[in-house]
């Protein structure tokens, strides 16, 4: 079992920043991939970003040159720096972590996210 707490959501203006930050624990030794993923509501939950144990990244085109996903692979964190935020980056933001074989998925609670214009 893998679990994941997120923090770092909020308020923010138009062209603000936010941090994101999703710690796991558990059996730890299990997680390949790590990212982020958000839902609005009534819509399919979609891909933000994701970093593998590696360092391999893979990002959305809506949030590419924006957000920046890092992992610290000593403190078993994932960070989603959020730049130039946009209104319609507005949803919650769900941690996502992926295992090595069998290939399990874990997911955090979810943080909010929320742009002002």
């Known amino acids: 079992q893998v679990q994941l707490v997120e923090s770092g959501g909020g308020l923010v203006q138009a062209g603000g920043s936010l941090r994101l930050s999703c710690a796991a624990s558990?059996?730890?030794?299990?997680?390949?991939?790590m990212g982020w993923y958000r839902q609005a509501l009534g819509r399919q939950r979609e891909l933000v970003a994701t970093i593998t144990k590696g360092g391999i990244t893979n990002s959305a085109d809506s949030v590419k040159g924006r957000f920046t996903i890092s992992r610290d692979n000593a403190k078993n964190t994932v960070y989603l720096q959020m730049n130039s935020l946009k209104p319609e980056d507005t949803t919650v933001y769900y941690c996502?972590?992926?295992?090595?074989?069998?290939?399990?998925?874990?997911w955090g609670q979810g943080t909010q996210v929320t742009v002002s214009s």
């Open positions: 558990g059996n730890i030794f299990s997680i390949n991939t």
């Open positions: 996502n972590a992926k295992t090595y074989g069998p290939i399990l998925n874990y």
